[in-house]
């Protein structure tokens, strides 16, 4: 392996899955805007939209996720083309 091509600021972070609140720690170098104390700790926080505790693959269930209304506004604009 190449020397000196890997970043050495590894360090705790939490990573949150807004569909369903699940938390899970690991280690990483992103850089994060927010905060969140878990037992006494406080470690980065980054929000994810979709993880492996909500992804159909991995959960076997087929359901929507939609924080940001993104169905609602193709619906609106390209779901009633037909109905003219």
Known sequence: ???GIHPN???PVVFKDMSNDDVFITRSTIN???TIE???VTY???KVEIS???HPFYTGKSKLVDTAGRVDKF???Y???NKK
Do not use: F, Q, V
């Open 44 to 46: 980065p926080l980054i």
């Open 52 to 54: 492996n505790t909500s």
């Open 79 to 81: 779901g009633n083309r």
């Open 75 to 77: 619906m609106s604009r």
């Open 32 to 34: 994060a805007r927010e």
């Open 9 to 11: 600021n590894y360090r």
């Open 1 to 3: 392996m190449k020397k």
């Open 38 to 40: 878990i037992d006494s």
